[in-house]
């Protein structure tokens, strides 16, 4: 009946936002870790990298993503950065434990 398409209506709805959230909350997490990584010790450029990072998921991504579809070297520059710091990272967290 209508009532069940309803209430099945609106558990797919819950269940598409909660989607949203995990990947929302999940992308934030990973961007913070990632600037916090690149900023190491540095406060000031933490807080400036998180700003930018907000700044530009709420502009530029929409920019960017048509520029990475058709310019397919610019997800490779963007690859490579992150390993270089997760390699910068590696090697530092080596040096201190051993």
């Given amino acids: ?3 069940q398409k309803i209430k099945a209506d609106n558990l797919t709805f819950a269940k598409a936002i909660m989607t949203v959230i ?3 909350v999940s992308m934030s997490l990973d961007n913070v870790l990632g600037v916090a ?3 190491q010790q540095h406060y000031v450029l933490l807080v400036f990298g ?3 990072s907000i700044l530009l998921m709420a502009t530029v991504a929409n920019i960017l993503s048509k ?3 058709k310019y397919k070297w610019i997800a490779w520059l963007g690859l ?3 390993l270089a710091v997760a390699i910068d990272l590696i090697y ?3 040096t201190i434990f051993l």
Avoid: E, Q
Wanted: charged letters at 25%; a negative charge.
């Fill in 80 to 82: 490579i950065a992150i």
């Fill in 67 to 69: 520029w990475i579809k």
């Fill in 37 to 39: 990584g690149a900023a």
């Fill in 92 to 94: 530092s967290d080596i």
């Fill in 22 to 24: 995990i990947a929302d």
């Fill in 1 to 3: 009946t209508d009532d």
């Fill in 50 to 52: 998180l700003v930018l």
